[in-house]
């Protein structure tokens, strides 16, 4: 018995070896080739032959993807934003209290999230150019709240029919506003399933391209998904730029996955039994 402890500790490391190597190997790739001075003819090689940062200037200085980045993040903050506010609203709405269109409500949420992104390209296009909304990027936020508020409203009901109203109770007769309630005591029990909402909600418009391919028509209004497409010819790729770009593309998710690591855990672990 005390023989196989030894084995059984180096078969799990040797499994989490292999899980990081297998999980970070493509973005060691990215890196490597965003830095390699070769990277169009890089082959199979581990590592870079002649490092260089040309491809990195050439993509800020003549791609203007500082401004592609700059509106994603408008974009992105935007939508979290919005929808953590909406959803938190109607979350508590739906589990809280009793009206007569409670349950289409709870339908119709479930309904929206079966519908194809594909299938409303047209739809919303339609009604966005009807509003004089298109290549704006309030009109891409308004256009990705689509697609994330009925997860997030979905989502956080569960958390709130979670928390005892026993306890709401305990505030009020303590003395405390619905206000006061809400912030001190309601928000902090769901703030994982905001997180975890929040994610998706940053994902969703960090990286969509359909929606805005189709509604953004000047490039300075461009996001980084687009952007990207710059770097890609007819039958040709600058490997180079696509790599240090898409590397750009990939540090606000990590800096913004950082900083919620701990609570996305938590409100996903939390999600599985309460939602």
């Not at 590592?47 to 993509?59: E, G, I, K, N």
């Not at 401004?67 to 919005?82: E, F, K, M, P």
């Amino acid at each position: 018995m005390n023989g196989r402890a030894p084995l059984a500790r180096a078969g799990r490391a040797a499994g989490i070896v292999a899980l990081l190597v297998f999980s970070l190997f493509p973005a060691y790739w990215m890196f490597t080739t965003a830095i390699d001075a070769d990277a169009a003819t890089r082959g199979s090689s581990l590592f870079p032959a002649d490092l260089t940062w040309a491809h990195f200037d050439r993509v800020l200085d003549q791609g203007g993807f500082a401004v592609y980045i700059r509106n994603s993040v408008l974009v992105a903050t935007g939508t979290v934003l919005v929808s953590a506010l909406v959803a938190l609203l109607a979350a508590v709405a739906v589990a809280r209290f009793e009206f007569s269109l409670r349950k289409a409500m709870l339908v119709m949420i479930l309904v929206v999230q079966m519908v194809p992104l594909e299938a409303l390209v047209i739809p919303l296009f339609l009604q966005a150019r009807d509003l004089q909304m298109l290549n704006s990027l309030l009109g891409l936020v308004i256009v990705y709240l689509a697609f994330s508020l009925p997860f997030a409203v979905w989502t956080l009901r569960g958390f709130v029919a979670a928390v005892p109203k026993e306890i709401e109770e305990a505030a009020y007769v303590d003395g405390a506003s619905w206000g006061r309630m809400f912030r001190s005591v309601l928000l902090p029990l769901v703030a994982p399933g905001l997180v975890a909402t929040s994610v998706f909600a940053f994902i969703t418009a960090w990286n969509e391209f359909i929606f805005a391919l189709t509604f953004m028509q000047d490039s300075d209004r461009y996001t980084v998904a687009i952007g990207l497409q710059k770097f890609f010819g007819q039958n040709t790729a600058d490997w180079g730029a696509v790599m240090a770009a898409s590397t750009l593309i990939t540090l606000p998710v990590v800096v913004f996955f950082t900083l919620v690591q701990r609570n996305l855990s938590s409100g996903l672990a939390a999600g599985a039994v309460k939602g």
